[in-house]
């Protein structure tokens, strides 16, 4: 059975950094898209930033040159480095696996991806 943990949330202070990790198992298939999303409470939940076995990337426009995604094929892991970090950033975070590819217009829709992890807290204090 496909399965998600992500690891490395925590509580910062803003203009800090976190590394998130999403490791994932039980998949027979090469070809993905794998996306990290936040929620914070009481909104909607954002596709922050994704990234395909074909290594096409999308963020989203509050964390453009802040966020990093970024793949380990070997370790089956796809980590969120988060730099520059903003109280505004806190919420849970997620990342969600799918089989397959994506048009580009679709990479951070939720709807998209089947399989989803636990989530990992991050909180920034101004």
């Known amino acids: 059975q496909e399965q998600l943990v992500e690891s490395g949330g925590g509580s910062v202070q803003a203009g800090g950094s976190l590394r998130l990790s999403c490791v994932a198992s039980g998949y027979d298939y090469s070809i993905f898209c794998i996306g990290w999303f936040r929620q914070a409470p009481g909104k909607e939940r954002e596709g922050v930033a994704s990234i395909c076995s074909d290594s096409i990337t999308s963020y989203a426009d509050s964390v453009k040159g802040r966020f990093t995604i970024s793949q380990d094929s070997a370790k089956s892991t796809v980590y969120l480095q988060m730099d520059s970090l903003k109280p505004e950033d806190t919420a849970m975070y997620y990342c969600?696996?799918?089989?397959?590819?994506?048009?580009?217009?679709?990479?951070?829709?939720?709807?998209?991806?089947?399989?989803w992890g636990q989530g990992t807290q991050v909180t920034v204090s101004s």
């Open positions: 969600a696996r799918k089989q397959g590819l994506l048009a580009e217009g679709v990479l951070r829709t939720a709807a998209m991806y089947a399989h």
